[in-house]
């Protein structure tokens, strides 16, 4: 089961997985010190970005699952 869906808020996942900055840079996301990301969720801020936002929730939850 994913520890991040696209209904996690960017900041909530950030703060409480700080390896994944990582993974939205490499998307070309700067949501971390964007104003939205305290408000939005990862699926609202990659689809507001046009990114694939299954392909980046992988992406985190492979992060996340690699670092523990």
């Known amino acids: 089961m994913p520890v991040i869906t696209r209904d996690t808020g960017i900041i909530e996942a950030v703060q409480k997985y700080p390896q994944i900055i990582e993974i939205f840079q490499d998307y070309g996301l700067g949501c971390v010190g964007c104003m ?5 969720t990862i699926g609202e801020g990659a689809g507001a970005h046009g990114i694939d936002v299954d392909a980046l929730i992988a992406d985190i939850n492979d992060c996340i699952t690699d670092n523990k």
């Open 36 to 40: 939205a990301a305290h408000f939005e």
